[in-house]
Nanobody, 122 residues
Framework: QVQLVESGGALVQPGGSLRLSCAASGRTFSSYAMGWFRQAPGKEREFVASISQSGISKYYADSVKGRFTISREYAKNTVYLQMNSLKPEDTAVYYC???????????????WGQGTQVTVSS
């Protein structure tokens, strides 16, 4: 398994931007699809975005399409989530995920990060 450490969560005003980072340990970063999920209080963990091992294919939840962008940097074993035009409903703990298969559901993930809090509020 790969170890994941997220960073970048913060308090931001509505309409603002934030970039989350997830650093992966080990030498096999390129063999994992990477993804981001989020969980708000009282709600289930939900899919936000994912990126394939090659970095070519990217997938987004409808709620974040056009506002969030996922990317990965192989030299740093890091995956990013650029979040623009943030809304109060984006408030949640954001989790980084890794798996050998395409990431679309929280139920099949093999490795999780510890989470980072994002709060969108004025």
């Amino acid at each position: 398994q790969v170890q994941l450490v997220e960073s970048g969560g913060a308090l931001v005003q509505p309409g603002g931007s934030l970039r989350l980072s997830c650093a992966a340990s080990g030498r096999t970063f390129s063999s994992y699809a990477m993804g981001w999920f989020r969980q708000a209080p009282g709600k289930e963990r939900e899919f936000v975005a994912s990126i394939s091992q090659s970095g070519i294919s990217k997938y987004y939840a409808d709620s974040v399409k056009g506002r969030f962008t996922i990317s990965r940097e192989y030299a740093k074993n890091t995956v990013y989530l650029q979040m623009n035009s943030l809304k109060p409903e984006d408030t949640a703990v954001y989790y980084c995920a890794a798996d050998s298969a395409r990431i679309t559901s929280a139920t099949t993930i093999s490795s999780w990060g510890q989470g980072t809090q994002v709060t969108v509020s004025s």
